[in-house]
């Protein structure tokens, strides 16, 4: 059952979009926005950007051998197995009086980098790789939770020329994560 | 350090000076001690059978998973004539970890520090330049295997043991066996993984998630009280939205069955639910009526003529009326079987699994895996794959707030003044089993109380205190 997909075929395909393009830069200030607004819990103006047809995802990691490389990539089970409304549902759990995971909220940092962009037979959708570190600081411990990953996304222009977000894909790194729930997004 | 009776602590202290079984109560100190730990490891988690994981998740011949036994990393892997062996992940020769890997197929099994070479059950092969004979001729070959912990198969769940000559694991599960049976022996076919376990890490003491699991009810009500806000047991009738309280008490009714082992399981009164999807009393239904108006959590109606191939009657009557939903095994498992509500009015069921594997008095891993029927259909495994990982485990809405709360016991436990303070298991049920409840163990009935809680601790005890 450890069953193991290869990545879509719809991501990664098309051409650059040129690094400091103008298009590139209206894709990098989306995610950036997209980082501040959760980092500062505007958890409803973040929902927003999400296109309704939303596919969330976070697959489980494996530690193979360098062969199989491609099987440490886990799509069965999953760590984040999200669509639209579950991703609502989420936010609406997090502004409730009670969701004690999150509540002290952690301070986080999302930084995010090395992003690369292609096109697709779409010409108004995006294949978005970017890296993310996260890091979560919670209560008085001064140790901070790390999460690092890659996150594959598909990018959306509107017809007002804003951008949603149809789908993200992070692949995280640690086959055993080092934070203890992901009640916070990547 | 050990005595003849109970194991006695550097400071003088004896482990059964820490539980009070007067007035129901365990020192915090037990939560963060490291010598307590260490004990543990031995007394508990060397001794008790313990979950590995599943048969379906390594369902080829030398198909094999990297697992842990307490502080122990084990190989459980499927040999070519489809037996499953669990064998210590430390080489024979010089202690390096044999396997590195998390799973995967492997008909030897070679250390790569001097490459010596083992069996998927264990058994030496050889090591390099035969004529050599690197692993002399001190000890036989058959002496140079990994070392092999006793393992059994229960519902396709692995579970093992390095208690060679101790109790079976059916004296082990006891009287719960009668309960457990209806969740994983219930169907023809049986239940397999949808995937492998999720795991991460939880500054906490495994036993702040052992001691939960043994069926706290009580928690529900206010450390999850977000599902009677904003989730799925928020409250929609038009005469009850006159109140801003949540209400979650209507689930916490039913019956609760613990054992002299520390096994806890919650049997959580379906009456609402079927009078809800049938309009009738349940009473007035019949077993089979029951079934069809709601199946068990991951079968669906197409299924049900199956129970009566695997059950008893009485278990058929327990499961439609009173199902065992949460609880757990000693020492360190969890078991949901649960009916989520839809907003449609259906149920989608979940079935669920964890270990809280011991990492350290400080830490433990949470290792969560999710199930489904071998023949449930693929609609409805893709709906409680995606439900249980939204609700359950790493990102789970209900478990997040679980394992934000062990962290904060385990530091409190750690304080001069902390350590000394008590869990108190005070909330006595004086009821007994329900009237004609054909099932065995320690039942009582009505609002949860905090018996099942105390036996893990009694168990817990016992065995810190056997020889």
């Known amino acids: 059952m450890q069953q193991v997909q290869e990545q879509n075929s719809d991501v990664s395909q098309g051409q650059y979009v040129a690094v400091g393009s103008a298009e590139y830069s209206a894709i990098l200030t989306f995610l950036y926005e997209e980082a501040a607004l959760l980092d500062q819990l505007r958890l409803n103006e973040w929902g927003a950007r999400l296109a309704t047809d939303l596919v969330y995802t976070a697959p489980l990691r494996h530690t193979r051998l360098g062969v199989d490389h491609a099987k440490s990539f886990v799509r069965s089970v999953m760590h984040f197995h999200d669509d639209y409304r579950s991703v609502m549902g989420r936010i609406l759990r997090l502004s409730g ?12 940092r999302r930084l995010i980098t090395n992003v690369l962009i292609r096109e697709t037979a779409n010409p108004n959708e995006f294949a978005v790789t970017s890296y993310l570190l996260l890091t979560r600081s919670r209560f008085s411990d001064h140790h901070v939770d790390v999460i690092s990953c890659e996150r594959r996304d598909l990018i959306r222009r509107e017809t007002d020329g804003s951008f949603k977000l149809a789908k993200r894909e992070a692949l995280l790194d640690q086959s055993v994560l080092g934070t203890a729930n992901l009640a916070v997004f990547l | 350090m050990l005595t003849n009776s109970s194991p006695v602590l550097s400071d003088g202290t004896k ?35 313990v979950m590995l994981g599943h048969e379906s998740e390594i369902p080829e011949p030398n198909d094999f998973i990297v697992r842990d036994m307490g502080s122990d990393s084990v190989i459980v892997a499927r040999d070519k004539n489809g037996e499953i062996h669990v064998t210590l992940n430390v080489c024979p020769h010089r202690g390096m970890r044999v396997a590195l890997t998390d799973c995967g197929n492997a008909t030897i099994h070679k250390c790569i520090y001097h490459g010596w070479a083992f069996r998927p059950n264990g058994d030496f092969i050889g090591s390099p330049v035969k004529r050599e004979c ?7 070959e058959s002496e140079l295997g990994l ?6 198969s229960y519902g396709g769940l692995i579970f093992a043991t390095w208690n060679i000559d101790g109790p079976s694991f059916d004296e082990f599960l006891g009287d719960a066996k009668w309960y457990y049976d209806m969740l994983f022996l219930r169907s023809d076919k049986g239940m397999e993984v949808l995937g492998p376990p999720q795991r991460f890490i939880v500054n906490a003491n495994w036993k702040t998630a052992g001691e939960q699991s043994a069926a706290d009810g009580f928690h ?46 919650r049997c959580i009164d379906l009456a609402r639910k079927i009078r809800r999807l049938t309009g009738l009393e349940p ?34 009557k327990v499961l439609t009326s009173m199902p065992p939903q949460v609880g757990g095994m000693f020492p360190n498992i969890l078991f949901g079987f649960v009916y989520i509500p839809q907003p449609d009015g259906s149920v989608v069921g979940s079935m669920t699994m964890h270990t809280y594997i011991p990492r350290g008095p400080n830490k433990l891993e949470f290792c969560n895996w999710i199930f489904a029927e071998k023949d449930a259909p693929e609609e409805l495994r893709e709906k409680m794959l995606k439900q249980t990982i939204q609700l359950f485990g790493t990102s789970g809405m209900v478990e997040q707030d679980d394992s934000d709360t062990w962290p904060h016991m385990t530091l409190a436990a750690k304080g001069a003044m902390g350590r ?16 004609g409840w054909p099932g065995p163990g320690i039942v009582n009935e009505g609002f949860t109380k905090d018996d099942t809680q105390w036996h893990w601790w009694l168990y817990w005890n016992e065995l810190m205190n056997a020889e």
């Open chain 1, 97 to 108: 009086q009670s969701a004690w995971a999150e509540d002290p909220p952690s301070r986080t």
């Open chain 2, 15 to 49: 482990i059964s000076e820490l539980i009070y079984p007067e007035t129901r109560e365990v020192q915090m100190r037990v939560l963060s001690d490291p010598e307590i730990y260490e004990l543990e490891m031995e007394k508990i988690f060397g001794r008790t059978w």
């Open chain 2, 134 to 140: 690197m692993h002399g001729t001190i000890l036989e």
């Open chain 2, 147 to 152: 070392k092999k912990a006793r393992s059994v």
């Open chain 2, 220 to 265: 529900t009500l206010t450390l999850h009280r977000w599902l009677g806000e904003v989730g799925n047991y928020s409250k929609k009738g038009p005469a009850e939205e006159e109140s801003d309280e949540p209400d979650l008490t209507p689930e916490m009714y039913g019956v609760e069955v613990s054992s002299p082992h520390g096994h806890a399981l």
């Open chain 2, 283 to 316: 009473d007035d239904l019949t077993v089979q009526q029951k079934l069809d108006a709601l199946p068990p959590a991951g079968m669906t109606k197409d299924m049900v003529a199956q129970l009566s191939n695997n059950l008893t009657e009485d278990q058929l």
């Open chain 2, 420 to 435: 000394h303070m008590t869990l108190k298991y005070q909330a006595v049920y004086e009821t007994g089993k329900p009237e």
